[in-house]
Nanobody, 119 residues
């Protein structure tokens, strides 16, 4: 059983930055950040494998960076140049298989942390 706990959300203005953290109890093959805005489906934002291979959804490329500190058992999402459309609940997720952006493939989820970006 893997437990995940996010932190670091908050409210910022357009162009601002936030760093989300996800503390986990044990590292597994694929870890990712998803987000869900009101009335929308949950979407994959960034993912990283245990070997450090990363991938991003197009809308955040060049602005967001996912990283993993194995020594601290912490997954990060550095978010720069934030836009109002980035407003959502952000979730940390993990799975013991090949990485994807399909939320249904992920077994373990955190409770989420809210990000709000105002114009």
């Amino acid at each position: 059983q893997v437990q995940l706990m996010e932190s670091g959300g908050g409210s910022v203005q357009t162009g601002g930055s936030l760093r989300l953290s996800c503390n986990y109890t044990s590292e597994i093959f694929c870890m990712a950040w998803f987000r869900q805005a009101p009335g929308k489906e949950r979407e994959g934002v960034a993912r990283i494998t245990h070997t450090g291979t990363t991938a991003y959804t197009d809308s955040v490329k060049g602005r967001f960076t996912i990283s993993n500190d194995n020594a601290k058992n912490t997954l990060y999402l550095q978010m720069n140049s934030l836009k109002p459309e980035d407003t959502a609940m952000y979730y940390c997720a993990a799975r013991r298989a090949v990485c994807s952006f399909d939320a249904s493939h992920f077994t373990y989820w955190g409770q989420g942390t809210q990000v709000a970006v105002s114009s």
